[in-house]
Nanobody, 126 residues
Framework: QVQLAESGGGSVQAGGSLRLSCAAS????????MGWFRQAAGEEREGLAA???????FYTESVMGRFTISRDNAKKILYLEMNSLEPEDSAMYYC????????????????????WGQGTQVTVSS
């Protein structure tokens, strides 16, 4: 059974940092791409960062320079380091995996991501 388990969310003040983790298990394929997404209440899901099988990383403009995606292949964990957090970053954060490779020039689409975690809540207070 495929499982993507996010952890590391919580409540922080503006300007603070959090590191999210996504532990992958049960995948029957080697992901061509893994990504982080978020969804705030009443908002559409937004792609934040992605990393393809070659290690190339992609970021949406709103988090560029503040968030860093990385992975530990041996532990099968995907990370999202988040710095300089703002109240607007408050949302449920999800990791996702897809079998195909990915390449993004602008926005990070959720198209093709078939496996998703349950999410971890991030709340940033002003």
């Amino acid at each position: 059974q495929v499982q993507l388990a996010e952890s590391g969310g919580g409540s922080v003040q503006a300007g603070g940092s959090l590191r999210l983790s996504c532990a992958a298990s049960g995948l029957t394929y080697t992901p061509g791409c893994m990504g982080w997404f978020r969804q705030a209440a009443g908002e559409e899901r937004e792609g934040l960062a992605a990393m393809n099988i070659g290690g190339r990383t992609f970021y949406t403009e709103s988090v560029m320079g503040r968030f860093t995606i990385s992975r530990d292949n041996a532990k099968k964990i995907l990370y999202l380091e988040m710095n300089s957090l703002e109240p607007e970053d408050s949302a449920m954060y999800y990791c996702a995996a897809r079998s195909l490779n990915c390449y993004y020039e602008k926005s990070i689409s959720s198209t093709g991501f078939g496996d998703w975690g349950q999410g971890t809540q991030v709340t940033v207070s002003s």
